[in-house]
């Protein structure tokens, strides 16, 4: 996870996991939870941000 994957997860939650993932579920996950508020949709941005970091380094 580099330090502008992270800021751009908690600034603009939806377009960092768009930049990451692409379009898909994860996606309109993060959409509707950044329409139901923003620290939600944030939380999940930089949990999906994490959990592909394990992935790679495994």
């Not at 996606?27 to 592909?52: E, Y």
Request: net charge positive; charged share 10%; proline share 5%.
């Amino acid at each position: 996870m580099s330090l502008l994957n992270v800021i751009l997860a908690i600034v603009l939650p939806p377009v960092s996991i768009f930049l990451n993932e692409g379009i898909g579920a994860t996606l309109l996950i993060s959409i509707l939870l950044t329409l139901v508020g923003w620290i939600p949709g944030s939380i999940h941005a930089v949990w999906v941000l994490s959990k592909r970091g394990e992935r790679a380094r495994i």
